[in-house]
């Protein structure tokens, strides 16, 4: 096969998959009822209606709110843990790194289960607090107390773009300043952070953008007293009026990709602008840490208080709920605890199901997606040819439609295309709507693979006389095999956790553990929901422990 | 054996047109050294005979063989081409042992196993490293590395092989190993090679021919005595081997000899200018070709000896008058003070 056939191959699939959704829901948007009825006609009716909704406006002006409150917590929280663990001796810096990436790993839904059981009104931590004070400090069920969460839990992002930006940034540029006669805090103030300012700036635009991707946190926190963002507006949508309203779905999408669209292209010009800098290495000299004396147990209680908030008191409530019958005033735990909610669940086949399902998208799924993501950063590596941008534009699209929409999206697909349909509830609609959703994520660790082949490995095997596909079946891959290896855990980390994509497809026979836990939480299973949560971050758990083990980095 | 032949080729990386129109004639059976500072274009002209640049303009060919032709919008992949390539950096293949890497293009092109085997044992032994086949690359040395790089591009007996700068990744001492080993192996084997360089030494030593670049067009070409001995341009004189420079007037300038002014005296040498008297000249001469003196005498400056260095084998000698710095080679250091320097009127070419 000439490589010109395996370009228009794999690019040719690839438009269509990440076309066909969107172009389908804009479709969508504009008939007057769903594609499927034969009443159906074209016209604005669907938007006239959505737009004149009061709760749509509501929705948009809380999904706004949220996105900017947890940007504000989230971006300078993150840029100063950043400093603390790249540039200071705070102790237990090699260990505290896999702990802080912890909450980008843990599916949001099992974050906020974790909190309602935790610290809800009647969680163990507010049942304790009030047995001590004789009062509950804190209301979970408010928009504050969700923007703090969704701030707290999103430091992780902010902290990964600001540390990479100063680990690049090179040491010789603070010591110069040092030796010029700046002190260590003046350095900070005068070099490295306006060096880095357009990293933190592009972290601040990702978790604005991140804020309107919420959905597990707004759904599960913001119910109780009816707090809709955008995403919940849409999923209660469904149901509102009973029969399928899919033109009025479609205009919600229409409009959350109308917003998240410009996000995602301001990203891609901020992370250039952020890269501008990283060039200028330094020769990876290690550097004397700045010294925090006095500090450095504060900075460390600090990092462990935030991790205890983000991290501890979730999991370990999610967990404990698992293992007991019930808790509340006057209740001991040891007289409660019980394995009965693991054993429950086998009881379910669906739960069975959803469990297997769950570990087979993430290893054997993973395995294809990262082949997919390898086919296509290969079809355009080392091509010198303007068609290369239309794999960076085909990228950005999926990264705007948050997984929820993209599950929708495809399901539509499935209904639309009559030969698709009876893969719509087997795996392979899950697996499909998974390798969409993340193809900006997956390309961008597969392409970092790649950068690091030395263009003359394959120049030399093509003046040896090797044409473009041999070179890369001979050279590239083998090169790039092991971080083939480590982008399949990665993806795998990914795709166990992943719980929005999946909801809209979610039936007999394309259950995973995150769409069943949304659906298991609508009907007040809570007993199951915290065993399954369990598992689903025991397997995240045991992904991350390998990871580690094995040096993967754990960001793209 | 053919000859390969380079005709007017043009080629722009970005905005930056970094050949203008270089023709080269490679014979069968000679090596011509490409040579150049950097950013003259010899690396991109070498990628291009190679098939891993598109010029824009002209033609490469090797006999009747069209490698590249603009004007019939003719271009063979760098596959295609069956040349011998050496990377600066080796290139080797690091997933791959010694055997596998220099077997490689002869996997490619469809030799059995048995026949792979014997060749490139016999090209290993050639090159001495017969006992490494099963090696990895980074378990080798730089300088084993460059002999493997070397065996993989001749392995399958090319017609042209291209090296670009093979030996500038080598520390000095074994670079001069490097280089008379490699002048052995070519002369041996009879190949026709284009041997890419920025240093001058390495070119004259390696090379029956020199094409030297500037600003991607051809400065001079010629033998290497030729060049360092008759070199037509300024940037020839100035590139070739090291050198003084003196900028003065020129007093005189007919058949073929011309005069150069500097304070007040008279410096005869060989015209290479076409310039009439009168205007600004500049006279190069070799270091080595500059004599001192006790006494005054004809094309002899008076000059002051700033400092006597010791190189091992001889001195170096600096001498100084206003702005005007020459340097000088002596068996001896001489006394520090005023000293009369020689620039010999058969040595001196006034640009």
Not at chain 1, 387 to 397: E, I
Request: aromatic share 10%; with cysteine.
């Amino acid at each position: 096969m000439p490589i010109v056939a395996y370009r228009l191959l794999v690019l040719g699939v690839t438009t269509l998959a990440v076309v066909a959704p969107l172009s389908l829901v804009i479709y969508q948007s504009f008939l007057t009822a769903p594609f499927f009825d034969p009443t159906a006609k074209a016209g604005f009716l669907a938007y006239s209606f959505v737009f004149a909704d009061p709760d749509f406006w509501q929705a948009f002006w809380t999904t706004i709110t949220i996105a900017g409150g947890m940007a504000a917590i989230a971006v300078p929280l993150g840029a100063l843990l950043a400093f603390l663990m790249v540039r200071t001796d705070v102790p237990g810096r090699e260990y505290l790194e896999p702990l802080i990436l912890i909450p980008i790993f843990v599916s949001a839904v099992v974050i906020a289960f974790g909190y309602v059981v935790a610290i809800g009104p009647v969680g163990i931590f507010s049942t304790l607090a009030k047995d001590l004070l004789g009062f509950v400090p804190w209301n979970l069920y408010s928009l504050l107390a969700l923007i703090v969460i969704a701030g707290l839990t999103h430091v992780p992002h902010v902290y990964l773009y600001s540390a990479a930006a100063l680990r690049g940034l090179s040491t010789d540029l603070e010591e110069a300043a040092r030796v010029s006669g700046a002190n260590p805090f003046r350095v900070a103030i005068n070099v490295s952070l306006p060096m880095i300012l357009p990293a933190i700036l592009f972290a601040g635009v990702l978790v604005f953008f991140l804020g309107f991707e919420l959905f597990g946190l707004p759904l599960v926190l913001g119910d109780p007293q009816d707090v809709l963002v955008l995403s919940t507006y849409l999923y209660k949508l469904t149901n509102k009026l009973g029969v399928p309203s899919y033109q009025l779905m479609a205009v919600v999408v229409v409009a959350i990709i109308a917003i998240t669209a410009p996000l995602v292209f301001m990203q891609r010009l901020l992370l250039r602008q952020a890269q501008r800098y990283v060039s200028v290495r330094g020769k990876g000299l290690k550097t004397q840490p700045l010294r925090l004396h006095g500090w450095r147990w504060f900075a460390f209680g600090a990092i462990m208080l935030w991790l205890f908030v983000t991290v501890v008191v979730p999991l370990f409530g999610i967990t404990l709920r698992s293992f007991v019958v019930t808790w509340g005033e006057g209740v001991r735990l040891l007289n409660v605890l019980t394995l009965d909610h693991y054993r429950e669940l086998t009881d379910y086949p669906n739960v069975i199901r959803g469990i297997l399902n769950t570990l087979g998208i993430g290893v054997i799924g993973g395995a294809i997606a990262v082949a997919w993501y390898t086919a296509i950063a290969l079809a355009v590596h080392r091509w010198n040819s303007g068609w290369t941008r239309l794999v960076d534009y085909l990228v950005m699209v999926p990264r705007a439609m948050p997984g929820l929409i993209a599950g929708l999206a495809l399901l539509w697909v499935f209904l639309f295309v009559p030969f698709l349909s009876p893969l719509k509830s087997t795996m392979v609609s899950i697996w499909l709507a998974y390798t969409i959703v993340w193809l900006a994520y997956g390309m961008r660790l597969v392409s970092g693979t790649l950068l690091q082949v030395a263009p003359e490995l394959e120049e030399a095997a093509r003046t040896a006389g090797a044409n473009d596909l041999r070179v890369k079946r001979d050279v590239t891959v083998p090169l790039i095999k092991y971080g083939m290896l480590a982008s399949w855990l990665l993806i795998f980390l990914i795709f166990v956790r992943e719980y929005s994509t999946g909801i809209y497809l979610l039936g007999p026979g394309t259950e995973v553990i995150g769409s069943l836990l949304v659906s298991l939480w609508g009907t007040g299973a809570i007993d199951l929901v915290s065993a399954l949560s369990v598992v689903n971050v025991v397997m995240i758990g045991v992904g991350l422990a390998v990871a580690v083990r094995l040096g993967v980095r754990l960001h793209g | 054996m053919v000859d390969l032949t380079v005709k007017d080729v043009a080629l722009r990386l970005g905005e930056n047109e970094i050949l203008k129109g270089v023709s080269v004639v490679v014979p069968a059976g000679q090596v011509v050294a490409l040579l150049g500072p950097s950013g003259s274009g010899k690396t991109t002209l070498l990628r291009a005979i190679a098939g891993l640049e598109t010029p824009f303009r002209g033609s490469i060919a090797i006999g009747d063989r069209v490698f590249f032709d603009a004007a019939r919008g003719v271009e063979l992949p760098a596959e295609q081409r069956g040349l011998g390539l050496v990377f600066q950096s080796y290139a080797l293949w690091p997933h791959r042992t010694v055997f596998d890497n220099v077997g490689y293009g002869l996997k490619l092109r469809g030799v059995s196993a048995e026949k792979i085997k014997t060749r490139v044992g016999k090209t290993l032994s050639q090159i001495g490293l017969g006992h490494l086949a099963e090696r990895y690359p980074h378990q080798l040395s730089g300088g084993q590395q460059q002999r493997v790089a070397i065996a993989r591009a001749l392995v399958y007996e090319p017609p042209v092989i291209l090296l670009d700068e093979p030996l500038s990744n080598l520390d000095a001492k074994l670079r001069e190993e490097a280089r008379a080993w490699l002048r052995t192996l070519i002369v041996t084997l009879g190949l026709s090679a284009i041997h890419v360089t920025h240093d001058q030494v390495e070119a004259m030593a390696i090379a029956d021919r020199i094409v030297l670049l500037d600003a991607g067009l051809i400065a001079q070409e010629g033998a290497p005595t030729a060049l360092y001995n008759e070199p037509a341009t300024l940037f020839a004189a100035e590139f070739m081997g090291s050198n003084n420079r003196l900028d003065g007037k020129l007093a005189e300038n007919s058949g073929g000899r011309a005069t150069l002014e500097l304070f007040g005296e008279r410096l005869f040498g060989i015209s290479r200018t076409k310039a009439a008297p009168g205007g600004k000249a500049t006279g190069i001469i070799r270091i080595e070709r500059v004599r001192c003196s006790s006494t005054p005498g004809p094309n002899r400056l008076k000059m002051e000896l700033k400092a006597p260095m010791y190189l091992g084998e001889r001195w170096e000698l600096v001498f100084a008058r206003d702005t005007l710095s020459v340097r000088a080679y002596a068996s001896a250091p001489l006394e520090p003070g005023e000293h009369y320097v020689e620039f010999p009127s058969e040595a001196l070419w006034v640009f």
